[in-house]
């Protein structure tokens, strides 16, 4: 049931069916009790999504990546939980799992939405001095934050000289803050740019095009 109600993403509806049969009752497998997490975490009720997190650790649950980047969204999402984040990350190491890619974006993520940029920049500077080869989904949460226009574009230039080609995600996030600051011009030069590349534009980078027209 919880493996089903996730795929069909009826979170609310999931939601109601946990509150309901108290699943921390029962014997659950990791990949049903990351879909309960995700769902808590996509509902904004962290306070039970962290209450069963620390369910599945007394129940003995082999904890995966997945389930630590479930949870550092989730303090990321709450607010004022850098100290909560940090301990994750050490939890994470002392059981001798490596920070991969999403759990890297997660956390630059979460220091954006609490305003900890300098945080996120240092973060990302620490990870490309220990030699961790970072990719376009590091970049693209790196360029999320609060940088200036140029900074963005100077973040962006610097992917394809170390082998990562920036995506339709990248170049939209860019043409969009060109466009929140009234740089129209640079906005659609940077989607001509990116056809010309060979990046095709998604829906979102369309619609943000769109609207600088």
Not at 67 to 83: A, E, I, Q
Not at 112 to 123: H, K
């Amino acid at each position: 049931m919880v493996r089903i109600s996730g795929r069909e993403s009826q979170h609310l509806i999931t939601s109601k069916l946990f509150d309901l049969i108290h699943v921390e009752k029962y014997s659950l497998d990791v990949r049903a009790y990351i879909t309960i997490l995700y769902t808590y975490g996509r509902l904004g009720k962290y306070n039970r999504a962290i209450y069963i997190f620390e369910k599945m650790k007394e129940s003995g649950v082999d904890l995966t990546l997945v389930t630590y980047n479930v949870m550092l969204d989730v303090y990321g999402k709450m607010g004022r939980s850098w100290n909560k984040i940090l301990d994750l990350l050490d939890e994470m190491r002392s059981k001798g799992l490596q920070l991969d890619e999403f759990i890297c974006s997660t956390v630059i993520s979460a220091c954006g939405r609490q305003g900890m940029l300098d945080e996120a920049r240092n973060s990302f500077t620490e990870l490309k001095l220990n030699g961790y080869k970072l990719g376009t989904i590091t970049y693209n949460a790196i360029l999320q934050l609060g940088f200036i226009d140029d900074e963005r574009v100077a973040v962006m230039d610097t992917m394809p000289s170390k082998g990562i080609s920036p995506n339709a995600i990248t170049y939209t996030i860019v043409i969009d803050a060109y466009g929140k600051t009234g740089k129209e011009d640079e906005a659609l030069k940077l989607f001509g740019q990116m056809k010309e590349l060979g990046c095709v534009p998604n829906v979102c980078t369309s619609n943000s095009v769109l609207a600088k027209l």
